[in-house]
C-alpha cells in the first residue's frame, strides 16, 4: 500500500508542477460545459417568417397577430408583389404563412379555410419543431375563436415533470459535465503512462520489485483524485450557472462518481499502457472519450433515435450509464430503484479496462 501510496503522490507533484496540464485538467472542462451547456439548445426563438395576406380582413389580422405574439416566431417586412418562396430561397425568411382570400368570410360562415404555412427544411431540426410550434399556434387560435360553437369532445391537461419550463441547459448541462470527465482525466492518464513507455522510463519499473498491480495502481488513483476534483468544480456550476439541483437520495449519485473516475482512470492507463506513443493515445481517448461518448451516450439526442445498426454500440459505452445517473440526480430522483444497475455496470467496465491495463504489464515483474 506505501508504494501505491508513493506512486500516487509522484504523479501529483508531476502535474501539479506543470500548470498547463493542471489547466487542462480543471479549467477546460469548466470552460467546455459553460460553452456547450449554453449554446446547444433544443428550443426555437425568433425564428423569421413572412406574411402573405391576401384577404386582408379582421380575421386573418388577428390570425397574423397569433403568430406575431408568440416567442418562436418573428414577422419580417417583405414584398407583397414577390412569391413566398423567394423569402425563404434568399434566406430573408425559414417559413411563410399564406392566408387566402375570402378567409375572413369562411371563418364567419363557420367553415373550413385552408391556411398554408411553407417552411424551409433545409435545416430539418428546426423546420420540425417550427411546424409543431405553427400547429400549436393555430390549434390555440382555432380553440379561441370556434371553441365556445364547437367544442372538442376531448381537452387534455399535459403538466410537465422534472423541467417544466424546458429549459436546455437542464438537459444538456448533465450531459456535458460528463463529456468533460470523459475526455480530460483519461487524456492526462494515456498521455502519463504511455510517456513511460515512449521514452523508455518504464525500465526503471521493470528491474525495481514494485508488482504491476501496485504500478498501475498508484498512477490511476492519482488520476481519480483529478476526475473527482473536476466533478466538484463541475457540479458546482451545475448547481449554480445552471440552477441544477440535487433530488432525492444523492448516494447512487456519489458511489456512481467515484466507479466513474475510477473507470475513466482506467480507460486513459490501459491505453497508455497498450500504445506506447502519445500522439496515438491521445487519438484513442479521443475516439473512446469523446466521439462515442458524445454521439452514442444519449448526450445529444435519446439512444432510441440513434439507427439500429449503431445502436447496439451504446450498450458499451460507458458515459452512457452515468450521463443517465446524473440526469436522475439532478432532474427525476429516482435513486437506487432506478440506476442500481447502472452503477454495477460502470464498476464493471472500470474493472475490464484495469484487468486489460494488468494484462499488459502483466510480465514486469516476476512477483506477478
Avoid at 501510496?5 to 506543470?18: F, G, M, N
Avoid at 418573428?74 to 434566406?91: G, H, M
Avoid at 367544442?151 to 387534455?156: A, D, G, K, S
Avoid at 449503431?310 to 430503484?337: C, K, M, N, T
Amino acid at each position: 500500500m506505501r508504494r501505491i501510496i508513493a506512486q500516487t503522490r509522484k504523479e501529483l507533484i508531476q502535474i501539479v508542477r506543470d500548470w498547463r496540464t493542471l489547466a487542462l485538467a480543471l479549467v477546460l472542462p469548466l470552460i467546455l460545459l459553460i460553452l456547450n451547456g449554453s449554446a446547444i439548445s433544443l428550443t426555437v426563438s425568433d425564428l423569421p417568417i413572412v406574411v402573405c395576406d391576401y384577404d386582408d380582413s379582421p380575421a386573418s389580422r388577428e390570425l397574423i397577430d397569433a403568430f406575431r405574439a408568440s416567442l418562436t416566431f418573428y414577422i419580417v417586412p417583405f414584398p407583397t408583389d414577390k412569391q413566398p418562396e423567394e423569402a425563404l430561397r434568399s434566406n430573408t425568411a425559414h417559413a411563410a404563412l399564406i392566408i387566402p382570400v375570402h378567409y375572413g368570410r369562411d371563418v364567419a360562415r363557420g367553415e373550413n379555410s385552408e391556411v398554408q404555412i411553407q417552411v424551409d427544411a433545409s435545416d430539418a431540426n428546426t423546420a420540425r419543431l417550427a411546424v409543431g410550434y405553427a400547429s400549436q399556434i393555430t390549434q390555440a387560435y382555432n380553440q379561441r375563436v370556434a371553441g365556445a360553437t364547437r367544442p372538442e369532445p376531448v381537452q387534455t391537461a399535459i403538466r410537465l415533470w422534472f423541467n417544466p419550463g424546458r429549459s436546455s441547459k437542464k438537459f444538456y448541462g448533465p450531459g456535458i459535465f460528463v463529456l468533460g470527465i470523459s475526455m480530460f482525466p483519461p487524456l492526462l492518464a494515456a498521455l502519463a503512462m504511455a510517456k513511460e513507455g515512449e521514452q523508455k522510463t518504464i525500465l526503471q519499473v521493470y528491474v525495481s520489485n514494485v508488482p504491476a498491480h501496485e504500478f498501475l495502481l498508484g498512477k490511476i488513483f492519482a488520476f481519480v483524485l483529478v476526475a473527482l476534483a473536476e466533478c466538484v468544480l463541475g457540479l458546482a456550476l451545475l448547481l449554480t450557472y445552471f440552477e441544477l439541483s440535487l433530488v432525492g437520495d444523492p448516494t447512487p449519485f456519489i458511489v456512481a462518481t467515484v466507479l466513474y473516475a475510477f473507470c475513466v482512470a482506467s480507460f486513459g492507463t490501459m491505453l497508455g499502457a497498450v500504445i506506447p506513443n502519445q500522439a496515438a493515445a491521445m487519438q484513442a481517448v479521443a475516439l473512446g472519450g469523446f466521439l462515442l461518448v458524445f454521439l452514442l451516450s444519449g448526450l445529444l439526442f435519446p439512444v432510441e433515435n440513434i439507427p439500429v445498426g449503431l445502436r447496439w454500440l451504446s450498450h458499451f459505452v460507458w458515459g452512457r450509464y452515468y450521463i443517465e445517473i446524473v440526469r436522475d440526480a439532478l432532474l427525476q430522483g429516482g435513486g437506487w430503484p432506478a440506476t442500481w444497475y447502472k452503477v454495477l455496470i460502470i464498476g464493471l467496465i472500470g474493472a475490464a479496462f484495469y484487468t486489460l491495463a494488468w494484462r499488459s504489464l502483466r510480465h514486469m515483474t516476476l512477483k506477478v
